[in-house]
């Protein structure tokens, strides 16, 4: 099977950088994606990795190593509408070609 | 706003009911996939279909049932409900079969009661 952790909960300042980890166990798998998620509202994509290394898209990065089943995302110039739950999710390469998704983690940015 | 529909927003029903939730995909997506969320579970991989075909399949329970039609949207059947079945139900999209890049719906929020 597939597990993916992440910590619960993250608190961090306004402007600042904050890096959220997820370590994972999976036999097998195309690649590491990320979501973040406001109170009440849809997941909504942030990056993917499908190799090894790092991934930038504007404010936001994305690791990934495969060797030590670890991936990170990392939120620069945090804004406080950062504040949210961030997922990362994986999608299995054999059998039923499962998705999962981490345990997530709730971000609160504070002034 | 993703560009993926799901209807209805809301649905309350009794135990023992069936339900139809409809998910329409962004346009040009031929994946489209179904996750349950509940505060105690996150979420959950129910079932994927790529272009009308079964293509992944997750923890999706014997009373639950999709399909993908010609028209490239989607509907999950919930039948003989009970209260755990009470959920938020996201469809979401993608581009391709394999892709890390999905695209979510606003969700139809399930209340069995």
């Known amino acids: 099977g597939q597990s993916l952790e992440q910590p619960s909960e993250v608190t961090a300042v306004e402007g600042a950088i904050v890096q959220i980890n997820c370590t994972y166990q999976?036999?097998?798998?195309?690649?590491l994606s990320w979501y973040q998620q406001h109170d009440g509202g849809a997941p909504t994509f942030l990056s993917y990795n499908a190799l090894d290394g790092l991934e930038e898209t504007g404010r936001f990065s994305s690791f990934l190593s495969r060797s030590d089943s670890y991936g990170y995302l990392l939120l620069q110039e945090l804004q406080m509408k950062d504040s949210a739950s961030y997922f990362c999710?994986?999608?299995?390469?054999?059998?039923?070609?499962?998705?999962?998704f981490g345990t997530g983690t709730k971000l609160q940015v504070i002034p | 706003d993703s560009g993926v529909t799901q209807t209805p927003k809301h649905l309350i029903t009794a135990t023992g009911q069936r339900v139809t939730l409809r998910c329409s995909p962004r346009?040009?997506?031929?994946?489209v996939y179904w996750y349950q969320q509940s505060l105690d579970q996150g979420l959950q991989f129910l079932i994927q279909y790529y272009n009308g075909e079964e293509r992944a399949k997750g923890n999706i329970l014997e009373r639950f049932s999709a399909q993908q039609f010609p028209d490239l949207h989607s509907e999950l059947n919930l039948s003989s409900l009970e209260l755990g079945d009470s959920a938020l139900y996201f469809c979401?999209?993608?581009?391709?079969?394999?892709?890390?890049?999905?695209?979510f719906g606003p969700g139809t929020r399930l209340t069995v009661t």
């Open positions: 999976t036999s097998g798998f195309y690649g």
């Open positions: 999710a994986v999608r299995a390469s054999g059998g039923y070609q499962k998705v999962t």
């Open positions: 346009s040009g997506d031929l994946s």
């Open positions: 979401a999209s993608s581009l391709g079969g394999t892709t890390g890049e999905q695209y």
